[in-house]
C-alpha cells in the first residue's frame, strides 16, 4: 500500500491476555519502529528493526513486551499477561530516511 | 542522553492569527530535527525536517521551522493559522547518522484554534 498499515485500529482485552499487534511498513523501507504513545505522553521508543540486523530492544518495558519481523517487513508486537498500565497508543513507523507513521492501535486492557 | 522539550502544553489561537509552539533539544551532536502533526484519531503526519544547511525549513501546510544552534531551538511557525490546524504537534530529535534511526520526542502541544 501506499503508507504504514497496522491492525487492528482498537483493541480491548481483559488483564492478563496476551494481544498481538500488526504492522505492515511501506515496502522497500528497511528499518521499522514500534512507538507507545500514553495519554498525556509523548512518545515512548520501544524497539527498532533495521535490515537483517538485530534488533534494537532498549525501549522495552518489560519482559511481556517482544517484538519480530518476518521476512525484513510485516512485524508482530506482542504484549504477555497484559496489564493496565499497557493501556496506549502503539504506533508503527517504517523509514528509509525520515519515519512514516501508521495510525496506531489503541490497546484497551480492562 | 538526547532529550526535547515542549515547554507549551495547550495554546489556544484565533484563526488568521500568526503561531509559534516552541522545541527545545539537547543532543550531543547536529541533530536531526523534526515535526510532526497527529489530528484526533490519525497518525503522525510528518511536516518538516532539518537535516543540514539553511537553517530555516519550508514545510507542508505552510508551516516552516528555524534551526537554531545557539539556542538549541527548533521552533515550528505559520503566519496564519487555520481552523483545521486544531491537532497535537511533536516535536523530534534522531542522530545525525545519514540512516534511519529511533526518534526522541518531545511530549507534545496541543494547539486549538478559535474562530
Known amino acids: 500500500g501506499a503508507g504504514v498499515s497496522q491492525s487492528p485500529s482498537n483493541k480491548v482485552t481483559e488483564k492478563g491476555k496476551d494481544v498481538e499487534l500488526r504492522c505492515d511498513p511501506i515496502?522497500?523501507?528497511?528499518?521499522l519502529y514500534w512507538y507507545r504513545q500514553s495519554l498525556g505522553q509523548g512518545l515512548e521508543f520501544l524497539i527498532y528493526f533495521q535490515g537483517n540486523s538485530a534488533p534494537d530492544k532498549s525501549g522495552l518495558p518489560s519482559d511481556r513486551f517482544s517484538a519480530e519481523r518476518t521476512g525484513g517487513s510485516v512485524s508482530t508486537l506482542t504484549i504477555q499477561r497484559t496489564q493496565q498500565e499497557d493501556s496506549a497508543v502503539y504506533l508503527c513507523a517504517s523509514s528509509s530516511g525520515f519515519s512514516y507513521f501508521g495510525p496506531g492501535t489503541r490497546l484497551t486492557v480492562l | 542522553a538526547q532529550s526535547v522539550t515542549q515547554p507549551d502544553i495547550h495554546i489556544t489561537v484565533s484563526e488568521g492569527a500568526s503561531l509559534e509552539l516552541r522545541c527545545n533539544y539537547s543532543y550531543g551532536a547536529t541533530p536531526y530535527l523534526f515535526w510532526y502533526v497527529q489530528s484526533p484519531g490519525q497518525g503522525l503526519q510528518l511536516l518538516l525536517k532539518?537535516?543540514?544547511?539553511?537553517?530555516l525549513v519550508q514545510g507542508i501546510k505552510g508551516f516552516e521551522a528555524e534551526f537554531k544552534r545557539s539556542q538549541s531551538s527548533f521552533n515550528l511557525r505559520k503566519p496564519s493559522v487555520h481552523w483545521s490546524d486544531a491537532a497535537e504537534y511533536f516535536c523530534?530529535?534522531?542522530?545525525?547518522?545519514?540512516?534511519?534511526?529511533?526518534?526522541?520526542f518531545g511530549t507534545g502541544t496541543r494547539l486549538q484554534v478559535t474562530l
Open positions: 532539518y537535516f543540514s544547511g539553511d537553517t
Open positions: 515496502s522497500g523501507h528497511t528499518a
Open positions: 523530534a530529535v534522531g542522530p545525525n547518522t545519514g540512516t534511519a534511526s529511533k526518534l526522541t
